[in-house]
């Protein structure tokens, strides 16, 4: 599995080509929906860490999988290991049933590349 | 607003009566759910505490007021503050829209009776 | 606990008064899809009973009380137990999470009224 | 049925007393958003009152009453007819499926306070 | 791109040969409800361009690319443009929250298929 | 079409594959979970068969592809025909709304490759 050719670099690539595609549209309410969604995940009373942590729970009982793939890259930049972001996955997949099963599969194999790629640990050092 | 007339206490009681029921059922697979529930807000590689917000914050999105109680409290009496909660309702409020701000709406009164029962603080001390 | 009383029984009156409005609206798509619900639960490569019983687990993923009491009763009427029916609601709950608990609870009341009301039996005679 | 009895009148005045705590929590994300919210519903490429039919389908298939009953006033306001919202509802209803159909009979009560109120009237003159 | 080799060209053949598959299964209640989603976007009370944007955006909060897709290429036939159809969208996101922007990523894509194809103008002329 | 080609294959491959490392991930919450999950439709008050075709349905108005296709599968093998299961499926359709009928045409694909493989058959014996 190289880093350039995973699902993983081909999502970032799209996600990033259609953000720029979404601010030339140049509709003032849009931009400001998205600075404002930039800005939820600065510190505030809670950790920007731990605000991220709540954009991947969130993200997995809505059934997201573009949003699931964005947030256990921001968790992993923010320090978490792969055994809380399965721990923080199961409270999805408890709160949201089975049906959220088939994003687990998907998280999984998300954090596998995030592992190649070296930006996720699996234990605390 | 006396601590026992309020729609946070005959929810309490609601549940609890309703769960007890639910148990006498005797569902083998309703029970085992009950318990695996309960015991997935307990420490592991995230402290119990963390996952509480988590699941406050995936009752938001699902857009659950008797979930949204329920973790409310539970947080509270993990420690968070008002101010912690307001700013994980927030983000829920962001992934989830505007069809959240009812439940914000709600889970404000919520705080506003665990702060009146002494179970909420607004900030850290 | 009076027959007359209970939430089931007003809901009962209040939602035929409802859909008596609809009617009167006079909107033909609306009409149409009214008869076409009704039309749906009718037996055909499956029966009507398994029919009703599809109903109130769609219901209940969905997490929607009227619905999951409207269609206990029908399911009650045609002939599912009390214990067939908390099993199905099992099914909906493990498929759709803990989110599926509050309803849980409520549908375990209204099979209490079915229950005073002769509706519903617990166990096949 | 009293103008100051009925349930819509009820909502608005919990609905403007929750938001007024809402401000009063000072979350500057929070405030940013309803502020966004509010300004979604004004004139741009689409008039404003075309948004808020849209604001009414959203909250009708998303299937929360509290925004349905929301919109229907302002729908109401900008000059649409009882026959245009129930036209409108019925998108939702066939869009969302039976499942909507509670909601449709929470909007038609609405309908008619909002019709008792002299706000809403059944068609164009 | 070239007409033929973009997702949407893709996404219209096999809708249509599906559909086909779906009426030769010959289920009369199947039917019945193609034909009465086929005809909730005709005119009524409000004219069938208007409930192709209701369509658009009820598509949109529920977060279904293929009918987003669909109702897209509907409006853009109905006459709208693409400020307009942005418009709605913005709508869409801000009632749905930050788990639409994926959807609208994938819309902007769709709405440059169909300017390339010369169903959709910008701007009014 | 091959019997190894089709996407369903690719699907039962994929599944297998990352459920196994979903158990190698080795949480105790949600090993119990999957196990629980599979135990749910085994025979109790109701058949394992029955409750099949409610997790079919279940899984159709949540709007799950990979859901569908898991309770297809296990739905032919329980016995059930293709009519059956489409008149499953039109239950998940009006309840669901026309938001369901991109999941329709999967299905109905899905069950062109059982029927196919020789695991389901159109009518009954």
Redesign the interface.
Known sequence: MSKKTNRLEDFRE??SE??D??MD?D?L??K???N??S???RD???TGE??E???L???A????N??IDYHLEQCAKAGF?K??L???M?????????????H??HA??TM?FLEVEGLLTVEKE
């Open positions: 799209k996600r259609m953000n595609k979404i549209l509709h309410g849009v400001r929906f998205f404002l969604d800005n939820t995940y505030g009373a809670l731990t605000k942590l709540l954009g729970v969130a993200s009982v809505l059934r997201c573009d949003c290991t055994d809380e399965v721990d923080a199961n409270v999805a997949m408890i709160v949201g049933g089975s049906i959220v099963i088939p687990m599969r999984v194999e596998e």
